[in-house]
């Protein structure tokens, strides 16, 4: 704990400053002293203060974070898509961010998570209180991240994102335009958020938070309509133009079927800018 501000604003560290945490950080800046800690300091977005460091290399962290931090957004992805690496950026990065903190007192830890801790696979709804037990390895590792954060003796709040999507996030839409998906129906039911919208409730709960306002260990940030995924594709086979599926177009998804209950995050007051998948498909349709 080396950088000092002196100034009376909030301080908000973000780590993992990337895409989705630089735009969490966007949002906060005009009302906060905002950093951002990532490998490379020199791309943290205008208006935020680099940190450069690697929380899963804990001795990249010392003397680099600031003094007088309210807020920690833990906001990571793992640099490699195996055990280890969803281990090092969930579990093991907090732990060595944690330790570096020492005894400094937080008003609120947010660790962004992701609904892949729900396997249920019967069309069934989830809220916070469903039984998380992941059937992949990777939600294991975040779940395990989630309880670092619980347990960590600070103020905190999970955020379980369900798939992001938006301009700087096409895949999906691409491949409906190539003709690399046709599921067959009824299909899975899938769950969404915007990428603006993700950034919009994480950025909102911090500032709930900073004002003081009581916060649930958990929340769910998903649109406000599950739906099947044969659904989707349909719609924008009438949106726009399409090839016509391939022999090995996908069939499925691939996080089960259930329906993410967003109600306790709108009971938040926090208000969605896309609060279904064509409202947001629609803005990036017509982008193009």
Known sequence: MAITESSNLPVILVVGCGKL????ASRLKSSATLFGLRRNPDQVPEG??????DVTRPETLRGKLPD????VIY?????????????????????????????????HLFFVSSTSVYSQDDDSRVDESSPANPARFSGEQILAGEQTALDSGHPATIIRFSG??????????????????????????????????????AAHLARLALSGTP????????????????????????????????????????AGSKRCNN?????TGFQFRYPDFRAGYRAMINKN
Not at 263 to 267: D, F, G, K, S
Request: with cysteine; proline share 8%; glycine share 10%.
């Open 75 to 107: 906001c990571l992805t793992p640099s490699s898509y195996d055990q280890q690496g969803y281990r090092d950026a969930y579990v093991s990065g907090l732990e060595n961010l944690l330790r570096e903190l020492g005894e400094h007192p937080l008003k």
């Open 48 to 53: 935020v203060h680099g940190i450069g460091a």
């Open 263 to 267: 109600e306790r995050l709108l009971a």
């Open 21 to 24: 945490g630089g735009a969490i």
């Open 164 to 201: 992001i999507y938006g301009p700087s996030r096409r895949r999906f839409l691409e491949e409906v335009q190539e003709g690399r998906m046709n599921p067959q129906s009824p299909a899975p039911f899938s769950n969404r958020i915007h990428e603006e919208d993700a950034a919009g409730a």
């Open 68 to 71: 007088n931090l309210d807020i």
């Open 215 to 254: 916060l649930e260990p958990c929340y769910i940030a998903s649109d406000c309509e599950p739906v099947r995924l044969d659904e989707v594709v349909d719609w924008v086979r009438h949106q726009m133009p399409c090839a016509d599926p391939v022999p090995d177009a996908r069939k499925g998804g691939r």
